[in-house]
């Protein structure tokens, strides 16, 4: 049943002496609907992160806890909010302001499952059970935005939902007897197609959560019901092609638990490999989801005693990560994209602006749903320069992400053959950073790897001897004179590329010439443009030394 709303809630108010006009009096008109504001996240969020380096970018704004966001092909936020004091279900419209409570009970309502279409909503309901059941319930999300807009709620779902999980009961029938009767459900989520639900569920396995698999026509489980795993599961995610689910298992001792992938071609599962550094036991995981094409794995991990109780647990901070899944089972070097300074409560990647990761963070005294693009937190830039100098901004406005910003300078633009001229550069930035805050223990894996890099990269080793003549006060113009000389006699041929020679001289030029500038020896510094601008005239910074 639908309730009206009051119109003033979605119109202006026309105030009486407005409508004056000339010398006469008009009749005041009525007034159509109050059209929401439309947005374009991508680039409201660009514009956002560069003009507030430590910020998070809100998608609700509101009082209370709200958790487990979703979004789906139509544009639509679904997630569990308790403003209003339980749990409940919301749901926003991304394109513009429209947020209404759908599920509203006295009871926990809570982790909202939606297909892609948008068009079921099943939830975790603990009105019958309070480790949780199942619900269902149609909904028409455009329709439900337009009555929004036109002044009509849609009411209280809860009264047309229905108890999924009392179905899942009777298709249990047909498991062994072990298996019968009423088990609790969570973690419910759609095939993107709709075509299946997956949950977690205690069902033959008291104590012990496992997944299980149940095919959907419109609104009703058709069985048998499919067990997925076997030795525990939860947080299920599927991918977008819906042949793969993404889970948290605590097998194997993993008291924090560890992402795990099951492939259904051949019902294959296998534990994600994680590098060394990210494998640690105490190390806590949450949530696992798939990126926009499956190359990568999303998730939340809690690594730091940041509430110093003398343990890692989950009332610690978080950070977002990234893992590049190899297909041939290989560890694949892990990416952080956001700093682990506030509690991470439940994270997810979803085909929001293309592709975008949602995560419910504490700040402010309330706990609100925040995006960032797949990239991570720091923004990307067009060049590696302009991606190297915003490490710059970071490192004096915001230090708490600066280490991500000079990661982001390798994410980006690591794989281009001017990287080779930033990667000595970076590692002395990283080393001195760490020093400064006195973590003297990260230190010692930075002076290992530079001075590798210094054996292997003779650019490298140019900015350690700069980087020292700074410290000294020792005029860099000499080092710069002598490197360049070596580079002209052919000192670095055997090591390095011809690209890679012509980048480090170009590079060095540029330097001196900039040097000669700030020595006041003015033709000195013309004439070394000159040849530079002669001899390299697609110099990647080029524009820059004219």
């Known amino acids: 049943m639908s309730i009206e709303l009051p119109k003033r809630l979605f119109q202006f108010v026309l105030i009486p002496q407005l409508c004056l006009f000339a010398l006469g009096i008009i009749a005041c008109q009525s007034v159509p609907p109050l059209e929401p504001p439309q947005f374009d996240y991508r680039q409201l969020s660009n514009r956002y992160f560069r003009s507030n380096l430590g910020g998070h970018f809100p998608l609700t704004i509101q009082r209370g806890a709200n958790l487990h966001p979703i979004t789906t092909a139509t544009g639509h936020l679904f997630y569990t909010s308790n403003r209003d004091g339980s749990g409940d279900i919301w749901m926003r419209d991304l394109s513009n302001t429209v947020n209404v409570p759908l599920i509203q009970h006295p009871a926990e309502q809570y982790r909202p499952a939606v297909p892609d279409d948008g068009t079921r909503l099943v939830f975790v309901s603990e009105d019958a059970d309070s480790n949780g059941d199942l619900r269902i319930v149609n909904i028409d999300p455009e329709e439900i935005v337009q009555n929004m807009i036109d002044g009509i709620s849609p009411g209280d779902l809860w009264d047309n939902s229905r108890d999924l999980s009392a179905r899942i009961e009777e298709l249990a029938q047909e498991l062994p007897e072990v298996c019968r009767g009423e088990s609790a459900e969570t973690d419910p989520v759609w095939r993107p197609d709709g075509s299946a639900l997956v949950f977690a569920s205690d069902r033959c396995s008291p104590g012990t959560y496992n997944l299980w698999m149940v095919r959907m ?221 006195g973590r003297l223990n990260k230190t010692d894996s930075i002076d290992d790897n530079l001075t590798e890099l210094i054996e292997h990269n003779p650019y490298a080793k140019l900015e350690w001897q700069l980087h020292n003549a700074g410290n000294s006060g020792a005029d860099p113009i000499p080092i710069l004179e002598d490197f360049l000389r070596q580079t002209d006699a052919g000192a670095f041929t055997e090591k390095l590329s011809t690209t890679q020679i012509d980048l480090m001289r170009a590079a060095t030029m540029e330097r001196l010439a900039r040097a000669y500038a700030r020595g006041e020896r003015s033709p000195a510094a013309l004439e070394t443009v000159r040849t530079l601008n002669a001899d390299y005239p697609d110099y990647y910074l080029h524009f820059q030394t004219l």
Do not use: C, W
């Open 217 to 437: 026509e419109d609104d009703e489980p058709v069985g048998p019901l499919i067990p997925v795993t076997t030795e525990g599961g939860v947080q299920p995610r599927f991918n977008i092609a819906g042949d793969a689910l993404a889970f948290i298992s605590y097998r194997n001792n993993h008291h924090g638990g560890r992402p795990y992938i099951v492939y259904f071609v051949g019902m294959r599962e296998v534990e994600v490999p994680l590098p060394r550094n990210a494998a640690n036991p105490a190390y806590i995981y949450t949530n696992p989801s798939f990126g926009q094409n499956g190359t990568h794995l999303y998730y939340t991990s809690i690594r730091r005693d940041t509430n110093k109780n003398g343990s890692i647990d989950r009332n610690d901070n978080g950070a977002l990560y990234s893992l590049k899944l190899n297909a041939n089972g290989g560890v694949q070097q892990e990416k952080q994209l956001l700093d682990n300074e506030h509690n991470i409560l439940s994270s997810i990647y979803t085909n929001f602006i293309g592709g975008s990761f949602l995560y419910a963070a504490e700040l402010y005294n309330s706990v609100n749903i925040y995006f960032i693009q797949p990239q991570g937190v720091v923004p990307a830039e067009a060049s590696i320069e302009e991606q190297y100098n915003l490490t710059l901004r970071y490192r004096s406005e915001n230090p708490d992400r600066y280490l991500l910003s000079l990661d982001t300078v390798r994410q980006q633009f690591g794989q281009t053959p001017e990287f080779f001229l930033y990667r000595g550069r970076i590692m002395i930035d990283r080393l001195v950073f760490q020093q400064q805050r």
